[in-house]
Structures are given as C-alpha cells and as structure tokens.
Nanobody
Framework: QLQLVESGGGLVQPGGSLRVSCAASGRALDNYAVGWFRQAPGKEREGVSC????????NYADSVKGRFTISRDNANNTVYLQMNSLKPEDTAVYYC????????????????????WGQGTQVTVSS
C-alpha cells in the first residue's frame, strides 16, 4: 500500500518562496502519476499541478503557471512543489495524490482520478 506524507508547509510573506515535499513509502513512486491539490477554507479542492510517472510531462493551473514548479526524484521516492512569488490567495492546505493507472505521458488534473492521498500541509501567505 502506498503512503504519502507532505511536509514543508508554513508561514511565508507575500512574494516569498516555499517548497513542499511529498514523500512516499510502501511502494516505489516511479510507477505513479502525482498531483498537487489545495483547499482553502470554504472552497472546493482544486488542482494545482501534476507530473507523469516518468517526469517527462507536467501541467499547471493557470493561477500558478510561471510561479510554481513540480518535480520528482524517483530515486528518493519524493515529489516536490516549488512555490515562488507567493500570494495571499495561495493560502491553503496542500495535498499530494498519486495513482498508478496512467500512461507515462499523462497525469490527471481532477482529484477523483487519484486513489492515494497524503494528509496535507498548511501553507499560509501573509504579512
């Protein structure tokens, strides 16, 4: 059974940077597409970014394009989300999710397409 644990969240000022990590255990992550999602209070969970199992293809929500970068280190069973130029509207609980059902050149953007989830890490952007 794959288990995912997010870390790296915290409080950062607007314009700052933060890197959140998604560490996997129980299975090798290199067979899984991985997505990052976030949920702010009172809002629905939204997709932020995803990366294919090989790492060859990535996708980003328009709201984070050019500011966030997803990457993966399969040797260390970890996926990262580097977040730069953070804005108050980026404040949310960030979740990583993974699923082994997708081909190397595809990563799903919807939460219902992922079977494995972490517990989330809080990111707060505030001065």
């Amino acid at each position: 059974q794959l288990q995912l644990v997010e870390s790296g969240g915290g409080l950062v000022q607007p314009g700052g940077s933060l890197r959140v990590s998604c560490a996997a255990s129980g299975r090798a992550l290199d067979n899984y597409a991985v997505g990052w999602f976030r949920q702010a209070p009172g809002k629905e969970r939204e997709g932020v970014s995803c990366i294919t199992s090989s790492g060859g293809t990535t996708n980003y929500a328009d709201s984070v394009k050019g500011r966030f970068t997803i990457s993966r280190d399969n040797a260390n069973n970890t996926v990262y989300l580097q977040m730069n130029s953070l804005k108050p509207e980026d404040t949310a609980v960030y979740y990583c999710a993974a699923d082994p059902r997708y081909l190397n050149n595809f990563c799903p953007k919807s939460s219902w397409q992922y079977d494995y989830w972490g517990q989330g890490t809080q990111v707060t952007v505030s001065s």
